[in-house]
Structures are given as C-alpha cells and as structure tokens.
T-cell receptor, first 112, second 114 residues
C-alpha cells in the first residue's frame, strides 16, 4: 500500500528555499515521518524526522500540518549539490514498528 | 568509522546461478533490511530482520533468501527463481527500540545479468 504521495519532480533556483511537499493522509497517531535523499547510485541519506512538532537541524526544516496529513521539507538555501531524489517515508506502527514505507520520491533539480 | 558495508559494488550473474550479496554493519543495530531499487523507481522491501536468527518477508520476497546468524551480518541470496534480478540492492540497519531513530543505508550493490 502506498503510504505517501509526492510530486514527481520540482525545480528550484540556487540560493532559494526548496519546499518539498508530501501527503500522508492515512498516517496514524504513532507513525513518524522521515525524509531521506538519494544521489544517483548511492544509498539514501537521512535528513530529518518528526511526529507532530516542527523540526529543524543543520540540513533542513520539517513542517508537519496540525492534522498530520501532510508535511513539507524545507531546504533553506538550495545549492547545486542538493540536486537529488527526496523520499518522504512513514514508519510503520504496532507490529510493523521497524518497517519503513518508501514513497515514490521527488526529483529536485537545483538550477544555477 | 561506524557504518554499513555492502559488497561487492557491482556484481554480474549468469542466468540460472544463485548469487549472495554481503551486508555488514558495526553500528550495533538490532534490525537490518534489504531493499530493491529499479531504475527511476523507489525502494521496495525484500526482507527484514529484527533479531538474530529471525527474519520476515517484505513486499517482494519471492526469489530471494536471507540469513541472520550474526547481529552484524545480513547476507541476501538472489536465487535462480528470481526471474528479473537486475537491480540496485540496498542494505540498511536501525536501532530496535522506541527511540524512532532512522535507518542507515549502505552504498548498494548493482546486480546485472550476463
């Protein structure tokens, strides 16, 4: 079952903020949202995760709506090195606590 | 450095052969995972293991087998029953508790059929 939906691709100008949306309308109360990115032919790199509060780290910010049905990953000042596929993931709950459900990902193209 | 090591980086298989992909982690993680990625697609879960000597099928387990004899190792065998094995294979690990810590990934093995 698809747990998240993301746009297939997005463009962003270098130096501007990149806002990547994710829909997870079927998320349950104890499921976390994680974001990863993948550069071609490498393993996914963890970016950030959260439950219901907004989160920020040195890489990005995560904004989760109050109803938790969607979230946005924000890269505040995109660089060319941020060009990658970004995955929004919902972690399984209950017995599936350690299962991560990967969405289709968004290809972010950062342009000079 | 702590991390996940997958080997080899590239692997070629003749039709009808079984091949084994290696995954080793020194993060002391309890849980380990295998994913398959096809070109332009997302990741699909093949198998996962939450503890030594135990593992569960993921969404696309047919044609694959795993073992978990040691905490740090989770090899994946692609059997001859897997009719379309050409793909990028990713191994991951995570802490098995309620801390919600993320999965950590290796750099993958690219398998091709000769």
């Amino acid at each position: 079952d698809a747990k998240t939906t993301q746009p297939t691709s997005m463009d962003c100008a270098e130096g501007r903020a990149a806002n990547l949306p994710c829909n997870h309308s079927t998320i349950s109360g104890n499921e976390y949202v994680y974001w990863y990115r993948q550069i071609h032919s490498q393993g996914p790199q963890y970016i950030i995760h959260g439950l219901k509060n907004n989160e920020t780290n040195e890489m990005a910010s995560l904004i989760i709506t109050e109803d938790r049905k969607s979230s946005t990953l924000i890269l505040p000042h995109a660089t060319l090195r941020d060009t990658a596929v970004y995955y929004c993931i919902v972690r399984g709950g209950g017995y599936n606590f350690n299962k991560f459900y990967f969405g289709s990902g968004t290809k972010l193209n950062v342009k000079p | 450095d702590g991390g996940i090591t997958q080997s080899p980086k590239y692997l070629f298989r003749k039709e009808g052969q079984n091949v084994t992909l290696s995954c080793e982690q020194n993060l002391n993680h309890d849980a380990m995972y295998w994913y398959r990625q096809d070109p332009g697609q997302g990741l699909r879960l093949i198998y996962y293991s939450q503890i030594v000597n135990d593992f569960q099928k993921g969404d696309i387990a047919e044609g694959y087998s795993v073992s978990r004899e040691k905490k740090e190792s989770f090899p994946l065998t692609v059997t001859s029953a897997q009719k379309n094995p050409t793909a990028f294979y990713l191994c991951a690990s995570s802490i098995m508790d309620n801390s919600n810590q993320p999965q950590h990934f290796g750099d993958g093995t690219r398998l091709s059929i000769l």
